[in-house]
């Protein structure tokens, strides 16, 4: 399983990005999609993540602001991201829990670097 994300750029405060994470293997079963981020000299924590009927989970810090969303038969996740802040910079991961013989295993995708100008 191979994650490919995209979307990452520089920004303004108050502009806006779209991340883009499409996986790919054969015979893919995915059970949730989702969106890490980790700043300079911080712990990675999560910002979004879906599961394969819709329902949508939000870090406090991004609720109104960034929608994720997915596209089942592409296999691919989207982070639409709003109103972004400075704190917002960071590198952004996609995660896929996907369904590994018996048991469901979590795969990751490179980092795409956000950078919010103030």
């Known amino acids: 399983v191979q994650l490919q994300a995209s979307g990452g750029g520089l920004v303004q405060a108050g502009g806006s990005l779209r991340l883009s994470c499409a996986a790919s293997g054969s015979g893919l079963s995915i059970k949730a999609m989702g969106w890490y981020r980790q700043a300079p000299g911080k712990q990675r924590e999560p910002v979004a993540d879906?599961?394969?009927?819709?329902?949508?989970n939000y870090a406090d810090s991004v609720k109104g602001r960034f929608t994720i969303s997915r596209d089942n038969a592409k296999n691919t996740v989207y982070l639409q991201m709003n109103s972004l802040r400075p704190e917002d910079t960071a590198d952004y991961y996609c995660k896929a829990k996907v369904l590994t013989g018996l048991s469901f295993y979590d795969y990751w995708g490179q980092g795409t670097l956000v950078t919010v100008s103030s």
């Open positions: 879906i599961f394969s009927g819709g329902v949508a």
